[in-house]
């Protein structure tokens, strides 16, 4: 479902995205893990159509993001770390905006509203202007739009950013059960025990190149730790020395 091949991104001398060469089969949940500075929000915008490679191949389902980008782009979901939201709507108003950028029939966005606003618990909160709303029901409502076109493939960036346990959990268990439906889903996290929770398969990379990659099981064999903890600070430990 997502395929890149020799995908680079330069800014000025520095390389941000070295030679990145990845598949992500349909249904697998994809954890990106790295230092700061490694190349993982920038991968995700490359993947994404929000950057342009200096070099490399994308495709999404099949579809050559830089040959058709709205094709691609309709296959697929994307959560920034830090979300934009248009402050002087209610949540309502936003979620239906939504469906329009996606062409989709307003009783079919109503009947998804119902739906995604009680998964996310924000029915008390329809009329609700965004600006009023906390950060972590942003977020809430950012995934239940997101949710809304019902993508093949989902771009998370950072996805626990300022939630509280309740919304964690909500959105660990989503994921899980969304992969398990045939969704395909890459996400970067700082939170190493997230990565060890739910992800199927975990790169690490760092400097703009990929170190490792494969399952938890066989990254703690590899590098002989005994955890994705120790796998972590052993494969990235030069990146703080000096």
Do not use: W
Not at 46 to 69: N, Q, S, V
Not at 152 to 169: A, K, Q
């Amino acid at each position: 479902m997502i395929s890149v091949k020799n995908l680079s991104k330069h800014f000025g001398s520095l390389v941000a995205v070295d030679d990145l060469t990845l598949e992500v089969p349909k249904g697998e949940l994809f954890c990106f893990l790295g230092p700061n500075g490694a190349g993982k929000t920038t991968s995700i915008k490359l993947m994404t159509g929000l950057l342009r490679p200096r070099t490399g191949t994308i495709k999404i389902c099949g579809i050559d993001i830089a040959e058709d980008p709205v094709s691609a782009k309709l296959k697929m979901g994307y959560i920034p770390d830090m979300p934009y939201l248009y402050d002087r709507l209610t949540t309502t108003e936003f979620f239906r905006f939504t469906g329009e950028i996606y062409d989709l029939a307003r009783d079919h966005v109503d009947a998804q509203l119902d739906e995604q606003f009680g998964t996310f618990s924000l029915d008390e909160y329809r009329n609700v202007l965004v600006k009023d709303l906390s950060h972590g029901l942003r977020q809430r409502l950012v995934y239940a739009a997101t949710f809304l076109h019902d993508p093949e493939v989902l771009f998370i960036d950072e996805p626990l950013v300022g939630l509280d346990p309740y919304t964690i959990r909500l959105i660990k268990d989503l994921l899980i059960e969304r992969t398990r439906n045939g969704m395909t889903i890459f996400l970067t996290t700082h939170i190493l025990a997230l990565a060890e929770d739910v992800a199927d398969r975990i790169a690490i990379i760092m400097q703009g190149k990929v170190v490792a990659l494969g399952s938890l099981e066989q990254l703690t064999a590899q590098a002989g730790g005994q955890n994705l903890e120790e796998v972590f600070l052993k494969l990235t430990a030069d990146q703080y020395k000096g």
